[in-house]
Structure formats: C-alpha cells, structure tokens
C-alpha cells in the first residue's frame, strides 16, 4: 500500500564512507517503494534524481540520462510524493532558502521531503566519477568529481531534510539534487540562487531502512562510527 508519510532508504550512507559502491538493488524494486527521490548508482556512478517514476542519472560527462529498471543503486531513498501547498519565495541564496525550509518544517525532528521548482540565477552542481573495484573511500572520491554551473536555469530542487540524529544512516540536515526542466542539468547541488519558485514540503513519519543482506562486503565490514560520521561531514558538504 501507498503510504504518503514512508521514506523508504536502501543501504546506508555509513556503508558508503569506507567504499561500499557495488549496487544492491534494482532500480526496478526502487520504484515499488516510491516515485520520487535522490540517490547514486552502481560505483556511486553519477547523481540520481527522481522525479514522476522517472529515474535520471545526471553523470560526470555533464549529461542526464534515463536509468534502465535492471540497474542497481548502492544508496537511494525514494517517497510516494503528496504535496498539499506550495509557497512562492524569491531573491533567495542556497543558505538562505535553506533557512527559510528549515523554518517550515513541521518540525525538525521528523524526516520531510522538499522540493523548490523555480528560475535560479546561478547553479553548482558536483557529480561523482564512476568508480571502478577495488574502490576508493567516499572522501577520496571528492577528487574525482565533476562541478558544473548554470545561469538562468529552471528546474527543480529535490530531495529530503533528515534530522541530525541520523546521521550515518543518512546525511544529516537536507540533501538536495537538482534537475533542469530541459533534463540537461542536474547534480547534487553545492550552491545556487533562486530568483523566484514554488517550495513545497511533505513531512516523514516512517523511515523504512532497507540494507543489502546478500552483499557480503556490506555483512563483513566493520563501520566504525566516529570515523563514519567524520568522514559523512567531509564527504557531503
Ligand atoms: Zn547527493
């Protein structure tokens, strides 16, 4: 059943921090649990935004490309979308539209899906190289990805709030892609400038936290925390 208040997460961010990149779940079986959402594919091989069903891969050659149903995520989380509202904003910075959503949040210790669609002056996107096995750590990685920028860009901001206490199972604070309407742009996004748009909040309830229990890698790792959540910090800012 459809239930507008699940945040659905396969794998763990904690499991991406010493290299666990190998997908584990179909994008396929992603869709059961949800048609919108964010998340990385198979060798963290480029940003995943997803939007009405529809799985994009923006990718570090600059292109964004529809995901085929058999390819596997090692870390997504996807929702039933259900926005009731929206609230025009505009003449907005990335910290300060952050605060404003910050400040319509139900509350700060529930998980919430946010999505901004609007005309932004600039955009800074990373996307992530694919990597190849062995794999490097997630902070080593942050050499080998891709920043892209763009003027006048309509599109939407995407993605989920979650509060601080999780981190390690997921980023803490919000994790935002974007996506162009014109599917030419997207990215996780670093910095931005909304001239004007539409911000929209759907409040979590449930987290449901789904981990890759045949991936042998993921049951014999040791995800030590402290080094963990240090490293989330460095990885994800
Ligand atoms: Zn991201």
């Not at 480029?46 to 490309?65: D, F, M, P, R, W």
């Amino acid at each position: 059943m459809e239930n507008n208040q699940s945040l659905y997460q396969h794998g763990t961010l904690a499991a991406l921090v010493p290299g666990l990149f190998a997908g584990t779940l179909t994008v396929n079986e992603l869709l059961k649990h949800g048609d919108t959402g964010i998340g990385t594919m198979d060798g963290l091989n480029g940003e995943l935004i997803i939007l009405n069903g529809v799985v994009y891969q923006a990718t570090a050659s600059g292109e964004v490309v529809k995901v085929d149903g058999d390819a596997k995520v090692p870390f997504a989380n996807v929702h039933f979308v259900h926005l009731e509202e929206s609230t025009p904003i505009a003449n907005l910075t990335y910290l300060e539209l952050k605060d404003v959503a910050t400040k319509r949040l139900k509350s700060q210790n529930l998980f919430s899906y946010l999505s901004v669609h609007g005309t932004f002056s600039s955009m800074k996107t990373r996307v992530v190289h694919g990597q190849q096995p062995p794999y490097p750590t997630l902070t080593e990685t942050a050499s080998q990805q891709e920043i892209f920028d763009a003027a006048n860009v309509t599109g939407t901001l995407t993605g989920y709030y979650s509060p601080a206490l999780y981190a390690g199972v997921t980023s803490p604070g919000f994790h935002l892609h974007f996506l162009s309407d014109t599917h030419e742009m997207g990215g996780h996004v670093l910095d931005c400038q909304l001239t004007d748009g539409e911000l929209a909040i759907q409040p979590l309830n449930q987290l449901q936290l789904h981990l890759p229990d045949e991936n042998s890698e993921f049951l014999k790792a040791d995800l030590d925390d402290e080094a963990v959540l240090s490293d989330i910090k460095k990885a994800e800012n």
